[in-house]
Each structure stands twice: as structure tokens, then as C-alpha cells.
């Protein structure tokens, strides 16, 4: 009997240890960031349009269609866009510069978030410069691109 308690103690300490990570591990995943939509090439156009106001997004999961960061009202035609840019830090270290009444041309891809259509900007150009926000295959650049998986 002596014998079974030895092994029992390292063997319960063992359990316990693993009955912790997992609950730990469960923990974080309910906590993780929600996703946001996915860029959809084969939704993607060019739209030329002014900037009616440029809003500043603080937060994941927070604003317009769950999308933080920086986003653009823009009339293109008879239609107002909701353009979603990217992270705010992200724009700022590119020295992104818009503002309401800039003429601007976006690349992007049309999705819908919760039942209405959302653009998210791959490039954007104001007045000859040109601004990229996602690589060619529409992974965001502040996630390194190509790189991310």
C-alpha cells in the first residue's frame, strides 16, 4: 500500500498540473480578440470618391461592424461607402493623411459585416500618392503581410 501512495502523490500532482494548463488554455481562447471579415479578392474593385468625415475607431471589436481602427464615410456616385482603412498606429507610421473633402481612389474588397457592405481598403491614393494597407493577396500589412498565416 505504501508503494501506491508513492506513485499516487506524483501521479495526482501531474493530473492537476495538466487539469490547469487546459483550463488556462480554455480561458484564453474565450477571450481572444473576435475576428473581423476577411479581405474577398474576388470582390474587389476601384471606387473613386470624397471623404465626407475620416473617424478614428479606439478599440478591437469596438465601433462601426466590429472594426477598430481608422475608417472613411466616402460618396462615390449617388452612394455613401463605410471604407475601413486599418489600425490608427499602422496609418500613422505611413504618414496617412486624409481628411473630409480629400478626392481619394481605394482599392478594396466589398464585404458584408452584419448585414451591410463594408469596404476594406488594400490601397489608397490622394492626389498621386499612393498608400498600401493589405499586399496583393489582401493580408493586412500591419500583420505583416505575406509573412502572416
Do not use: C
Amino acid at each position: 500500500m505504501f508503494g501506491i501512495r508513492r506513485l499516487s502523490l506524483p501521479v495526482l500532482a501531474a493530473a492537476g498540473l495538466a487539469l490547469g494548463l487546459a483550463a488556462t488554455v480554455s480561458a484564453q481562447s474565450s477571450t481572444e480578440r473576435p475576428r473581423g471579415p476577411r479581405y474577398d479578392l474576388t470582390t474587389e474593385a476601384t471606387v473613386t470618391g470624397v471623404i465626407q468625415a475620416v473617424e478614428l475607431v479606439e478599440g478591437p471589436g469596438r465601433g462601426r461592424r466590429g472594426l477598430g481602427g481608422t475608417h472613411l464615410r466616402m460618396a462615390s456616385g449617388p452612394d455613401t461607402l463605410e471604407v475601413h482603412l486599418g489600425p490608427t498606429a499602422f496609418l500613422k507610421t505611413l504618414k496617412v493623411e486624409l481628411a473630409a473633402g480629400d478626392v481619394v481612389e481605394v482599392v478594396g474588397s466589398r464585404v458584408t459585416v452584419d448585414g451591410a457592405p463594408v469596404w476594406l481598403a488594400r490601397t489608397v491614393t490622394k492626389n498621386g500618392q499612393a498608400w498600401t494597407l493589405r499586399d496583393s493577396a489582401g493580408l493586412p500589412m500591419w500583420r505583416g503581410g505575406r509573412t502572416r498565416r
